[in-house]
């Protein structure tokens, strides 16, 4: 099942659905091997690809494509942090490569990942996923101004072969590093965690489902992401390069080892409707950086391995908003801040009735916290922690 059972508790302003249960048996169905021995399976699919590329080169139509037009009536500071995604979208119409589905192919990452580049050497453009189930045993590498595109997630399935061999030195099921304009839209990640090695770290290596590495201009929607060993999504900058401007709309994260989704150094970036569930840690994790904006999202049973956050703030991270977030059973507490200044929720509902020894707000050391509007019904009966040695600064609109 690609979405967890805690999906139907969403509100209807979260565009939040159940799938079906047998969701990746129908894909399996629809990729059917051919009588064509494997070897001319490969060949024509090489062919496919640059014969593709080659005509669509040749005759693509400019504009923007209809599936990826900016909603209407998203709120503005949304709209401030996703200036990008018109930009990035423009790549997408440069060439376009459909590629097939061969059951023959036992890896498909390394033939994504050479359609992509190619892609980014001829200038931009994108790449399209079938219908059905695509298995990998190795990381898949996008690159500047590609998009990686599939049916919907409820229909286009990247999965990680059983007992794939290490992803040691790179990260992620899907990933990128040091790309600008990137685009991914309609796919559905599984890391089949159940079944892979764990007979080392080694083996565990970099499980994440998308792995963005000082990437800048990245747009993500109708994006599931689930069954990771890791974070379901990790965006990281270092020190000296951040990820920036990265937009993503209608995500599902569930089932994941680590964070649902982790922000390290990351500037300007936005989550725009979705839900994140069941992950092993925190549901969101925000470590430095600043300009981060949660809106109409929901974070259900997140944390329960770890005793984690609905929302984690540290690092000195800066400007963080939730708008319009549901916050549901987080075992420390709805929204956990250390170390970090200007962080503000509004018209949000924090409710940690499962734990009676959660909170809605564990802040230590958290300066110019404000709180509006804000619904709060934790089992402890009590709005934020205040332990001895809290180093806090807070204001509050609203009393309860």
């Not at 423009?90 to 890896?107: A, G, V």
């Not at 790179?170 to 304009?181: L, Q």
């Not at 549901?328 to 507490?333: E, F, I, Q, T």
């Amino acid at each position: 099942m690609l979405y967890s059972s805690a999906f139907l508790h969403c509100k209807h302003w979260l565009g939040c659905r159940p799938a079906s249960p047998n969701l990746e048996s129908s894909l399996l169905s629809q990729a059917r091997p051919t009588d064509m021995p494997a070897t001319m399976k490969r060949v024509n699919l090489v062919l496919s690809i640059f014969v593709a590329s080659y005509l669509l080169r040749c005759s693509s139509a400019r504009g923007g494509l209809s599936v990826f037009s900016y909603p209407r009536g998203v709120a503005k500071s949304e709209r401030n942090h996703s200036w990008n995604v018109q930009n990035s979208m423009k790549y997408c119409d440069r060439t376009r490569i459909p590629l097939p589905l061969l059951t023959s192919i036992r890896d498909y990452g390394p033939v994504i990942s050479a359609a992509l580049k190619m892609l980014h050497e001829l200038g931009g453009g994108a790449l399209t996923l079938s219908n059905g189930v695509y298995y990998v045993q190795s990381p898949i590498e996008i690159h500047s101004f590609t998009c990686l595109l599939g049916g919907g997630s409820a229909t286009t399935l990247i999965k990680v072969r059983p007992d794939s061999p290490s992803f040691h030195p790179k990260k992620g099921v899907v990933r990128a590093s040091k790309a600008n304009h990137v685009v991914i839209h309609g796919i559905s990640i599984n890391g089949n965690k159940k079944n892979q090695r764990t007979e080392t770290q080694k083996d565990l290596f970099g499980r994440f489902g998308v792995h963005l590495s000082s990437c800048k201009y990245v747009w993500m929607k109708d994006v599931s992401v689930y069954n990771n060993y890791a974070a379901g999504i990790n965006v990281h900058g270092s020190s000296t390069v951040s990820s920036s401007h990265v937009a993503i709309q209608r995500l599902f994260v569930d089932r994941n080892g680590g964070d649902g989704i982790s922000f390290s150094n990351t500037r300007h970036a936005s989550i725009a409707g979705g839900s994140l569930s069941k992950n092993g840690r925190h549901g969101v994790s925000i470590r430095g950086g600043k300009n981060i904006l949660l809106r109409k999202i929901s974070l259900l049973e997140n944390g329960r391995k770890s005793k984690g956050c609905g929302v984690s703030v540290s690092g000195k991270a800066y400007s963080v908003r939730l708008e319009d977030v549901y916050i549901g059973d987080s075992p420390r507490a709805g929204v956990c801040t250390k170390d970090s200044k200007d962080i503000s929720v509004f018209r949000s509902v924090v409710n940690n009735t499962m734990d009676k020894n959660a909170y809605c707000f564990h802040l230590t050391n958290a300066e110019s916290f404000s709180d509006e509007e804000t619904v709060c019904n934790d089992g402890s009966g009590k709005k934020f922690n205040k332990n001895s040695g809290m180093n806090l600064t807070a204001r509050f609109s609203r009393a309860f």
